[in-house]
């Protein structure tokens, strides 16, 4: 299978996705939300040294309850958990969630979330996330495309010095099953080699390789780079069947691609998390031979899973690739403007 990075999570079926971001008057951050349809079976896989998550526990295959109802993705670190219950106040208020009483009304949203680091970037500290970030984000939510860049969550984000931003893509397998990744990177690595100045791995846009003395103001930049504390978060979702331990492996298989798009990762200076989600919109295609089901179900869910993470791969080159300056870090675009050629015919013509 193979993938050129184009797509977006909301083309799996039933999923929306919102932004909110403030970029003013000290402010540089911002919120999305991926909003679920009903059922919709969710894991989740935590590494990298300082996450900051919320609800993740109650992904676990031995936890109760199977679903959740949106996913709720913020800066802000741990003080933009809070965007999260924003999400809930706008669920609850449309009577989505897990019942525990017998009005219509009394419902728990079920809203895991994670949070990247973006302090200060804007200017103030204290300028982050709240329960409005998320109430807004979440009623801007919808199932068309929306631009990769420095939106939403990934507004105030960095990727090794670079502007960092949200990004996405989606693959169809055969048979109909969709596959789609949402990525914010505020990454401590790179989604850029400092030697040829391109992606590690493609994504949506074509690129040409930055003449030499851009590529050198790309390696000055990244080798003047001061750590900080970063993490790459995001989802992944698909069309297909699949149990709550499936959805977690899914999202630990997503991890795969972000290590190949992101270098290094998962050190302890990020956070790195990804959800995985599964509409049970498409089942396994039936085997010729029905003793062979196992094997041909085991066979359809490895390229669900490869699926997963060569879309975020192609979600976190997108994200850096497509963003524009939000605040002091240049973006790629900036340093390697040449990148950005256009072709016809496979030819450069500009």
């Not at 184009?6 to 996705?17: I, S």
């Not at 105030?156 to 693959?171: C, F, P």
């Not at 990177?185 to 850029?192: E, K």
């Amino acid at each position: 299978m193979s993938m050129r990075g184009a797509g977006c999570l909301t083309d799996v079926p039933g999923v929306a996705v919102g932004h909110f971001q403030r970029v003013s008057r000290g402010w540089c951050t911002g919120t999305t939300v991926v909003l679920l349809p009903d059922a919709c079976v969710a894991g989740v896989d935590v590494r990298g040294g300082g996450p900051g998550t919320r609800e993740t526990d109650l992904l676990a295959p031995t936890a109760t309850i199977p679903f959740a109802n949106a996913i709720c993705l913020s800066g802000g670190s741990a003080y933009g958990l809070a965007a999260a219950g924003g999400v809930m106040a706008h669920l609850e208020a449309r009577g989505v969630g897990f019942p525990v009483g017998p009005g219509a009304g009394e419902v728990v949203p079920i809203v895991p979330g994670a949070v990247i680091f973006d302090l200060g970037r804007g200017g103030a500290f204290g300028s982050r996330p709240d329960e409005s970030f998320g109430r807004r984000a979440a009623a801007a939510a919808r199932t068309r495309a929306f631009p990769n860049g420095a939106i939403g969550a990934g507004t105030g984000a960095r990727s090794k010095g670079l502007q960092g931003g949200v990004g996405t893509a989606s693959v169809t397998l055969p048979g109909g099953t969709v596959v789609g990744a949402l990525a914010v990177v505020n990454s401590a690595g790179s989604v850029i080699d400092p030697d040829s100045g391109l992606p590690w791995m493609p994504g949506a846009q074509r690129l040409r390789r930055p003449p030499a003395h851009e590529r050198a103001a790309l390696r000055e930049h990244f080798e003047a780079a001061v750590p900080s504390l970063n993490t790459t978060i995001g989802v992944v979702a698909t069309s297909a069947t699949l149990t709550k331990a499936e959805c977690s492996k899914f999202a630990a298989v997503a991890h795969d691609g972000m290590a190949r798009a992101i270098r290094p990762v998962h050190s302890l200076l990020d956070g790195d998390v990804v959800f995985g989600v599964a509409t049970g919109l498409h089942e396994a295609p039936p085997p010729a031979d029905p003793a062979m089901a196992a094997r041909a179900r085991f066979t359809w869910l490895n390229a669900v899973l490869e699926a997963g993470a060569e879309a975020f791969a192609a979600a976190c080159t997108n994200a850096v690739v497509s963003a524009v300056r939000r605040g002091t870090a240049p973006a790629y675009c900036d340093l390697c403007p040449s990148a950005f050629a256009r072709f016809r015919n496979g030819a450069v013509i500009d």
